[in-house]
């Protein structure tokens, strides 16, 4: 929570609020089901109709603060208590806006989903302002992050995980005592789908918010070390298996200048507070972009929450300048030629080669199981593929974003690094 222009951000919040509660009324009246966090209130409405769906969406987010005390047991703060007011304003302003649009009645299915997807962006708007507003979390995402901190697990994976339960509470509930499925339906997936990824976009585009939030805050600009140093940089990208790493290695040995490749991951380890194990596993490596993006936009819901992939290659980002401003080197993989784009002296190179000359380094030099060789080369390119495209919005094997490419098999690893060396040098020249 931040206090500075409190009044300004308390008022930001419950017009969020309200906004939320909008969105989350428009959902409901669509009839195709609601956001999977007000899914379990809508359903018990259905149960218990004598009970509004602002009174269970209280009761629910109550619940959540008790759990929020057992796990977090002494760090449980008075500043928690602040969600009981919210979530109550939250809760009187659903009820509110159902009345409101009371007479709202889709009569067909387009004019349903119309509404349903235009309840993503009412609610998406609402979060928005709620996280900029920045005073409290509703309990439902403050149970979130009690999880986070107790089982020392990924936000974006137990916020999935948070909303599936409630889906699958819904779903059974609504089995159970109302015979059918009632109050999740595709809207409820859309909204799962499409709230986070609005939500971003607002966060991207609606920068307006935070001179208004904090009007005194100042933007300091400091120019990067590496776009002045008379260092030298050549960037290695390479197909897996194509001797990438040793044809990197040679150069370096041969000018006389540091190897970085495995050595990054001590240096980013440090830097980061990750564990050396944590980032060989997951750096250079998203298995599918998609996914990917799925799970990141659960982090918009968290004033300031970074997914740890992200905070990785930000972190990594500036141990490779660091060391570009410090040294001349050679560099292998991690997005270095677009990390390093308008260093004045970096050279970029992308190693290639046939699938036999592939296949025999794999076996040979990874110990990797011919049965299995073929699949890991396919994954290996497959996750560089969607890393570059997720953190460089480019292509990662469009040979356009090179200065020069090799066919390693045509040559042989010595060759290839003499040829490698000589283009370079005929560059400085």
């Not at 018990?44 to 959540?64: A, D, H, W």
């Not at 009690?146 to 020392?152: F, I, N, P, S, Y």
């Not at 990750?274 to 750096?283: A, G, I, Q, R, S």
């Not at 292998?332 to 190179?349: S, T």
Request: glycine share 6%; proline share 3%.
């Amino acid at each position: 929570m931040k206090t500075n222009n409190l009044t300004i951000r308390a008022l930001i919040l419950i017009i969020g609020l309200f906004i939320m509660s909008f969105g989350v009324a428009l959902s409901i009246r669509s009839n195709l089901g609601t956001t999977p966090i007000s899914s379990v209130p809508y359903v018990y409405n259905y149960i218990f109709p004598q009970l509004s769906v602002g009174t269970f969406t209280i009761l629910l987010n109550l619940i959540f603060l008790a759990i929020q005390a057992i796990l977090l047991k002494k760090k449980f703060t008075l500043l928690h208590f602040l969600q009981i007011p919210a979530v109550m304003v939250f809760g009187g302003f659903v009820d509110l806006s159902l009345i409101l649009i009371e007479t709202w009645t889709p009569t067909n299915y387009v004019i349903q989903w119309m509404f349903s997807i235009a309840s993503c962006f009412v609610i998406a708007f609402g979060i928005f302002l709620q996280v900029k507003a920045n005073v409290t979390l509703l309990p439902a995402e403050g149970v979130s992050m009690a999880l986070v901190e107790t089982l020392k697990k990924d936000f974006g994976k137990v916020k999935i995980g948070l909303d599936s339960s409630l889906v699958a509470l819904s779903l059974v509930s609504s089995i159970l005592f109302l015979g059918g499925l009632f109050g999740v339906r595709e809207g409820t997936l859309a909204a799962a789908f499409l709230v986070g990824f609005i939500l971003q976009f607002y966060q991207k585009k609606l920068t307006f918010i935070n001179a208004i939030i904090e009007p005194k805050a100042t933007q300091i600009f400091v120019k990067e070390p590496y776009m002045t140093t008379d260092n030298f940089v050549i960037t290695i990208s390479r197909q897996f298996g194509s001797g990438g790493h040793a044809i990197g290695e040679l150069i370096a040995k041969k000018l006389g200048v540091t190897f970085y490749d495995s050595k990054l991951i001590n240096l980013t380890a440090e830097a980061s507070g990750f564990t050396p194990e944590y980032v060989k596993e997951h750096e250079q490596k998203i298995t599918n972009g998609l996914l990917y993006k799925l799970y990141k936009q659960n982090y918009a819901y968290v004033n300031e929450a970074i997914p740890p992939q992200d905070l990785l290659f930000m972190v990594q980002t500036r141990v490779i300048r660091d060391i570009a401003a410090k040294e001349s080197c050679v560099i292998v993989g991690r997005a270095a030629d677009y990390i390093l784009k308008g260093h004045p002296n970096c050279f970029n190179i992308f190693i290639h080669a046939d699938k036999e000359f592939r296949i025999n380094r794999a076996i040979k030099e990874y110990n990797i199981s011919p049965n299995d060789v073929q699949k890991e080369l396919q994954h290996k390119d497959h996750y560089r593929m969607n890393y570059s495209k997720e953190y460089t919005g480019r292509a990662w094997a469009d040979l356009n974003n090179y200065d020069l490419t090799l066919e390693s098999s045509l040559f042989g690893i010595d060759i290839t690094a003499e040829m490698i060396i000589d283009a370079w040098k005929k560059t400085e020249r």
